[in-house]
């Protein structure tokens, strides 16, 4: 055997995924989106006085959540109820896949 060869053995395949929702492993909600600013603390070069500035980003806020342990590969689907004023507001969903890849997707609501 050469330095630096891989030798593959018979490996049987397996169906990991058999749903979609086996790729999930964490996916986490933040009921009103946009509720709080990104704000950074900047010093001024000219003044010297530390000021506020907003990014033009939104924290996302962990409302509810839900994820897999080594123990307990379980996952719930529904989030629990959140009662809601009437009116428009944005709702953001983090999901992170079972690679480790995480996205957002931010849905705009009519309650």
């Excluded at 030798?7 to 790729?23: A, G, I, M, N, Q």
């Excluded at 933040?30 to 006085?49: A, H, V």
């Excluded at 890849?101 to 309650?111: C, G, H, L, P, S």
């Amino acid at each position: 055997m050469e330095k630096n060869q891989v030798v593959f053995h018979d490996v049987s395949r397996e169906v990991l995924t058999k749903k979609w929702t086996d790729w999930i492993d964490y996916w986490s909600v933040d009921f009103d989106f946009e509720s709080k600013r990104e704000i950074l603390r900047i010093k001024n070069p000219e003044s010297g006085e530390i000021e506020e500035v907003w990014t033009g980003d939104y924290v996302f806020e962990n409302e509810w959540q839900s994820f897999r342990t080594k123990k307990d590969r379980s996952l719930e689907l529904k989030s629990a109820f959140v009662e809601r004023v009437p009116g428009r507001c944005k709702v953001a969903v983090k999901v992170v896949d079972i690679f480790g890849n995480d996205t957002m997707k931010i849905i705009e609501v009519t309650v």
